[in-house]
T-cell receptor
């Protein structure tokens, strides 16, 4: 099975940087995903890591360390529209996705 | 527009009712999924279909019955549900269930069981 932990809530100021950590303990690993979910909407794909290191996509970056069972999502130059829940998900060798409970990020002016 | 649509968006039903949730994907994908999202809890995988064949049933109670008539459509038939089944039910699709394919989610059906 999978055990995925991420903080429940984070608050940051517009224009700032926020880092959302995700730790996992899995019976198998075949990639880690980050999704963004605005209230009442569908989760949307943000990033995918399968090898160690940093993946950068504009204002969002995601990092993975497989040996430590650790990932983070970095949000830079925060905007009000970034207020949402951010979901960490780990895929196992059977290609099943297991999700963390999500981190609700609130961006304040 | 995510390419995955779900109807209805909201549903209120009694414990003795029978209803169905519908999902349609317009992305040409071959795998489709049902997830349950309860407040403050992780998304829970319920069912997986790959090329119309069910490949995963994650110990879901029989009061939930999936149907996949083709690769573009997925249904979840509901009967004699319990109040604890109230949740957001999300459908997702991916090109296949393997490889690096990302899952794309629909907007969900918010279900309230009275």
């Amino acid at each position: 099975g999978q055990n995925i932990d991420q903080p429940t809530e984070m608050t940051a100021t517009e224009g700032a940087i926020v880092q959302i950590n995700c730790t996992y303990q899995t019976s198998g690993f075949n990639g880690l995903f980050w999704y963004q979910q605005h209230a009442g909407e569908a989760p949307t794909f943000l990033s995918y890591n399968v090898l160690d290191g940093l993946e950068e996509k504009g204002r969002f970056s995601s990092f993975l360390s497989r040996s430590k069972g650790y990932s983070y999502l970095l949000l830079k130059e925060l905007q009000m529209k970034d207020s949402a829940s951010y979901l960490c998900a780990v895929r196992d060798h059977d290609y099943k996705l297991s999700f963390g409970a999500g981190t609700t990020v609130t961006v304040r002016a | 527009e995510t390419g995955v649509t779900q109807t209805p968006r909201h549903l209120v039903m009694g414990m003795t009712n029978k209803k169905s949730l519908k999902c349609e994907q317009h992305l040409g994908h071959n795998a489709m999924y049902w997830y349950k999202q309860s407040a403050k809890k992780p998304l829970e995988l319920m069912f997986v279909y790959n090329f119309k064949e069910q490949t995963e049933n994650n110990s879901v109670p029989s009061r939930f019955s999936p149907e996949c008539p083709n690769s573009s459509h997925l249904f979840l038939h509901l009967h004699t549900l319990q109040p604890e089944d109230s949740a957001l039910y999300l459908c997702a699709s991916s090109q296949d269930r393997g490889g690096q394919e990302t899952q794309y989610f629909g907007p969900g059906t918010r279900l309230l069981v009275l």
